[in-house]
């Protein structure tokens, strides 16, 4: 896989790297507030030693403090010289919880020893550290010390005393965000990796003329494989073209008088049925769409609502087909919508009534467009296909799964499919249409 192979997958599962890299954050965010507060203070103490007054001496001297310093760093945070400072300061604390906080240190080849101090609050942790090092000096003078009256060999002197903090140092929200930040980025590509190439929806019209071709056991188009009539991306400026290479393919070998469109997805995609009408009227032609998508997602839903007889109306005797015709001017078609269907509605679709209706408006019109419901909703399609001249099987990229396509097209039987239309929803949908009157 090369760059442009990840950058697909990036855009295709942004919503999940997105997803990922919140929860990261909030992660980071919840950790870094549920960390207590820091204060360090520190103090520095100067090692020497009692040397004579000539230049070898204080050489030696400096040298012996150095062999001492490595030894007082233990001496400094031992138990001896917590459990005097718990004692001198009255701490409610244990001597390994006091030690857990103290800290000694010394730059190399220097005879100092930095002590530092870590606790909850600023004035305790300054305290904390004056009285370690005030004890670690009496420590010291008590084992340098040979003889009882003598002084003692070595001295260690406060150079500067610890202050109040000036602030926390810790936790380090900054850094502890920019691990958030990294480990979401780095997570959620992960994750979007993963789901892509565990995701076996069909993406591209390659993908879906592989499917088309192959042959389905069982069934009598198992050697016509169905051809991809049409490639359109719904929002974008060349789907209108893309609808008009639609249509002249389907005017190719004969006048397409009536041509029924139905989805192999899960959902129905009436912009590419109404788009395809659309274009039709625009050639000069006397066009009409006709809702008999019964799973409710039909386009006459957004022109003239449901709230009407329509073709349901129609079926059941109550109205005539030419009172039921709504005028599309700014398409420049009529719509017979779907009206408020009943449970009868879906028989009467596969009864004499439709194929009359049908063939009246076949008669009155150039061109008749029918939608009807995906084939796995419904079995609409399956009774309407023997009325129509051209049956176009509608597929969605990228929400579709090849199992899905080998069913639908099983369940079609021997009614003879047309080909197919791919399409991408890029835009804002049927409003896009409606709105501007093109897809």
Request: overall charge neutral; hydrophobic content about 45%.
């Amino acid at each position: 896989m090369g760059l442009i192979d990840y950058w697909h997958i990036a855009r295709r599962r942004w919503l999940l790297i997105l997803a990922v890299l919140v929860l990261c954050l909030v992660a980071a965010v919840g950790y870094a507030r549920s960390q207590p507060k820091n204060y360090v203070a520190t103090s520095t103490v100067y090692v020497s030693m009692a040397t004579g007054t000539s230049v070898n001496d204080s050489y030696q001297g400096g040298l012996a403090a150095q062999q001492r310093v490595r030894s007082y760093l233990d001496l400094a945070t031992s138990a001896n010289v917590a459990k005097r400072t718990i004692d001198d300061l009255s701490l409610k604390m244990s001597v390994d919880q006091l030690r857990g906080k103290i800290t000694a240190a010394s730059p190399p080849a220097t005879t100092l020893i930095v002590f530092s101090v870590k606790d909850s609050t600023a004035e305790r942790a300054r305290d904390i550290a004056n009285t370690v090092v005030a004890q670690f000096r009496q420590l010291i003078a008590e084992l340098e010390s040979i003889e009882k009256d003598a002084a003692p060999a070595a001295r260690a002197e406060v150079v500067d005393r610890a202050e109040l903090p000036s602030g926390p140092t810790g936790p380090q929200s900054t850094r502890l965000l920019a691990l958030g930040l990294l480990s979401g980025l780095a997570l959620g590509g992960l994750a979007a990796f993963v789901r892509d190439r565990t995701d076996r929806k069909l993406r591209t019209s390659n993908d879906l003329e592989a499917v088309l071709a192959t042959p389905i056991p069982g069934s009598s188009r198992s050697g016509a494989p169905v051809p991809i009539l049409g490639i359109i991306d719904i929002g974008r400026p060349g789907a209108l073209n893309e609808t008009r290479r639609l249509r002249m393919r389907l005017q190719r070998n004969s006048e397409a008088t009536t041509v029924l469109l139905s989805s192999l997805s899960a959902r129905s995609e009436p912009e590419i049925a109404m788009a395809l009408a659309k274009s039709f009227a625009d050639t000069g032609h006397h066009v009409v769409y006709i809702d008999a998508d019964t799973s409710g997602h039909g386009g006459s839903q957004q022109v003239v609502g449901a709230a009407v007889p329509g073709l349901a109306g129609v079926l059941r005797g109550s109205i005539p087909v030419t009172d039921a015709l709504t005028g599309w001017p700014e398409a420049g078609m009529t719509v017979l919508p779907l009206g408020e269907v009943d449970l009868h509605t879906v028989d009467l679709l596969a009864s004499d009534r439709f194929a009359a209706v049908v063939a009246k408006l076949r008669t009155d019109y150039d061109h008749v467009v029918i939608q009807a419901a995906p084939v796995a909703h419904a079995a609409d399609a399956i009774a309407l296909a023997p009325l129509c001249e051209h049956t176009v099987a509608v597929v969605e990229l990228g929400a579709t799964t090849a199992p899905q396509i080998r069913g639908a097209l099983a369940t079609f039987g021997d009614n003879p499919l047309t080909g197919a239309v791919a399409y991408s929803k890029l835009g804002t949908g049927l409003q896009r249409l409606v709105g501007r009157l093109h897809i």
